[in-house]
């Protein structure tokens, strides 16, 4: 059962008493910052330090974009939908693990109506295992850059401490399997260390082992989706307190998270860090019944206060569908097959850690407009067209115009291909669809409901008079007379009569200049 509450004090005591209890804490406007935004970070931190697994969002921000931000961050997001004809639309399209609606029966059909089967609704996010040990070494800093360029989201990497209380990034605890040397890395310092080279048998021989710090100053350049899972391999209580440091001087929490096999650093990093989010490594949970298993899940995410990182046993829609009404996300690993990955992909898995992050390179990953992914809203006016309103972005960071407008309601607009007609005033909302595929398998990728509002074609402004009025008075009829105005006013009849420039308002605004200068009031 889940408990549902706005209040964090709330939901830890209810965790605290029962081991079956899920909880959800539900976002207000305790979480907005001064300028009317929300803190996503304070979200994130607050739901990890009562132990929460849910978030729900507000209307306001049950988009894609805020969806995304904390899904990437380990945090279970349900979005609301509004009370409207297209408000199951809009919380299907954002993207969440799950959906608050008044209407399940009208979320059941937008979902069948308007979808084609293999609908990425949800990113699945893909974390390159060491970097991308498939082609290069592995748990280098030069590989991991790789991996991101190849279409990794997130990069995993392996951690220890040098005996001068250095954190490196290292899988084994001995060195000689990827270096030149031998050894147990927490025996040597950090210049020891970098004295070993990093898998001499390939081409890139000059490669050291690098540090965790080095990897901060290196992720600090990307844009904060890219994140790292840092695997906390040693069992030693100094490391967490070095990692705490470095995350807080580089000031860098929102580019990381925590994954580990070990339940004491889980236990040292809640109370070191509670705000970091935390993925249980494990294995062999998913034997038995089904209910079996869940309890077996429950009771292990539960009391850690994690996500569920389990190897590739046993998944299937099933499976993943159960853990997903749970309230558990799921990131299993690695994979190595690359049928197994297609297969597992499409079954709707949280994050998919492998060594072949290039085989997601091609894939779209979501669609957006061409305004940017936090837009939401489209403002035209009436007969105005517009093309190429979105773009398609791909997991190695392609980004094109493409994308097919689907109209959901309002028929003050007409749609072909990427380009958009307003036709008539009033409100409308439209989505991207985009075919594309993972490896050899159809996929499609979406964007976000986007709310289309067409204002009226304003009126054309009448040419400005150019006639002399004649009130009867002596001394404006004289004037009138005078040969200089004679030749202001015959100007200004021979600029009104220029040929208009193409658009309306050009016209109008041309004509008017011209007749003003000419009769010298400019």
Avoid at 75 to 104: F, Q, R
Avoid at 182 to 200: I, M, R
Avoid at 242 to 269: C, H, M, N, P, W
Avoid at 494 to 522: H, M, Q, S, W
Wanted: hydrophobic share 35%.
């Amino acid at each position: 059962f889940f408990i549902i509450s706005e209040s964090p004090e709330l939901l830890r005591t209810a965790i605290d008493k029962s081991v079956w209890c899920r909880t959800v804490l539900r976002i207000t406007d305790t979480f907005k910052t001064a300028d009317g935004t929300y803190d996503l970070m304070k979200i994130r931190g607050t739901a990890n330090s009562v132990g929460c697994h849910v978030v729900i969002l507000p209307e306001e921000i049950s988009d894609r974009y805020h969806t995304d931000y904390l899904q990437r961050r380990l945090v279970g997001v349900w979005t609301t939908a509004p009370d409207t004809e297209y408000g199951n639309m809009a919380a299907i399209l954002s993207g969440g693990n799950g959906m608050i609606t008044k209407d399940v029966t009208g979320a059941k059909t937008a979902l069948n109506e308007n979808f084609d089967k293999n609908t990425m609704t949800r990113q699945v996010l893909i974390i390159g295992h060491r970097g991308m040990p498939g082609s290069y070494p592995e748990n280098t800093l030069e590989g991991s850059i790789f991996a991101v360029e190849a279409g990794a989201d997130i990069v995993e990497n392996d951690i220890y401490i040098t005996r001068d209380g250095v954190i490196v990034v290292m899988h084994d605890g001995d060195i000689s399997r990827t270096t030149n040397g031998a050894g147990n890395v927490e025996s040597f310092t950090l210049a020891e260390l970098k004295e070993f080279l990093v898998d001499t048998h390939s081409a890139h021989t000059d490669w050291r082992i690098p540090t965790l710090e080095e990897y901060f100053v290196e992720w600090k350049k990307y844009d904060k989706d890219k994140q790292l899972f840092v695997e906390i391999k040693s069992g030693k209580p100094e490391l967490i307190t070095e990692f705490v440091r470095l995350v807080k001087e580089y000031d860098i929490a929102d580019q990381v998270s925590v994954i580990t096999f070990s339940q004491d650093q889980i236990g040292r990093l809640r109370e070191a860090f509670p705000e970091m989010s935390v993925g249980f490594l494990t294995s062999g949970l998913v034997t038995g019944t089904n209910e079996q298993v869940f309890k077996s899940i429950i009771r292990s995410v539960q009391k850690l206060e994690t996500t569920f990182n389990h190897n590739l046993d046993g998944i299937d829609k099933t499976y993943v569908t159960q853990l997903n009404a749970h309230g558990i996300t799921h990131w299993p690993w690695t994979y190595r097959d690359q049928g197994q990955f297609i297969q597992h992909f499409l079954t709707g898995i949280n994050g998919m850690t492998t060594d072949y992050s290039n085989w997601i390179g091609d894939t779209v990953k979501y669609c957006y407009t061409g305004e940017g992914l936090q837009t939401t809203e489209l403002t035209l006016t009436e007969g105005e067209t517009l093309e190429n309103v979105f773009r398609t972005m791909t997991y190695s960071g392609t980004d094109k115009a493409a994308g097919e407008i689907r109209i959901v309601s309002g028929d003050c607009i007409t749609a072909e291909g990427n380009t958009l007609t307003a036709t008539a005033p009033g409100e409308a909302y439209i989505f991207a669809s985009y075919k594309t595929a993972i490896v050899t398998k159809p996929l499609r990728a979406v964007s976000d409901l986007i709310k289309v509002t067409v204002n009226p074609k304003p009126p054309e402004e009448a040419p400005a008079s150019t006639e002399t009025v004649d009130d009867g008075s002596p001394a404006d009829s004289a004037a009138a007379e005078t040969p200089a105005d004679s030749a202001d006013t015959n100007a200004a009849k021979d600029i009104v009569n220029i040929p208009a420039e193409e658009t309306n308002t050009g016209k109008v605004v041309g004509i008017t200049a011209a007749a003003v200068a000419a009769a010298g009031v400019l």
